[in-house]
């Protein structure tokens, strides 16, 4: 059996207090916060849509779906842009850490609670690395997919 197989490539990002990750395999690309545009009657999670070199891809407000107080963005804020079973859309993060190699040994089921406010079924796991925690997001659950592409089909 391969090293890669034993760990997981992370990126971790920040909302509020608490570290995030996501598998980068799913990641497109990291960009700076723009102007993102309103689209009418979107679900309250859905801040808009950018375009991004010529596709419209749509951006969800993670700290809205997860009932976080609302943060106007900062220099540190991003838009990582991810692919899920052929969906791109966009998630603002507060700040990205960085990528982190996490042994599979140090990821521990999702606790049958709430952590840092989220439903116990949006998490993959909780990751640990150097004496912090880092709540791993299963995003397709999360954000409800059909839901954030919706909007754009229907059009």
């Not at 723009?34 to 801040?47: C, D, M, N, Q, S």
């Not at 991810?82 to 969906?87: A, E, N, T, V, W």
């Not at 949006?122 to 954030?148: F, S, T």
Request: hydrophobic share 45%; glycine share 8%; aromatic share 4%.
């Amino acid at each position: 059996m391969s090293a890669v197989a034993l760990e997981e490539l992370i990126i971790a990002f920040k909302l509020g207090e608490e570290e995030y990750g996501v598998d980068v395999a799913q990641i497109q690309e990291i960009i700076k916060m723009k102007e993102i545009t309103r689209v009418p009657k979107a679900p309250y999670y859905i801040k808009g849509v950018i375009n991004l070199r010529g596709n419209v891809i749509p951006v969800v407000d993670l700290r809205s779906r997860f009932s976080l107080p609302a943060k106007e963005a900062t220099d540190q804020s991003r838009i990582i842009v991810l692919d899920i079973k052929g969906i791109r859309f966009g998630i603002i993060v507060d700040a990205v850490s960085e990528v982190i190699r996490l042994p599979k040994e140090n990821i521990e089921p999702p606790p049958p609670v709430a952590m840092g406010g989220i439903e116990a079924t949006y998490l993959r796991g909780v990751g640990k690395v150097d004496n912090k925690l880092i709540i791993l997001l299963d995003l397709e659950k999360a954000l409800d997919l059909e839901e954030v592409m919706g909007e754009e089909e229907e059009e």
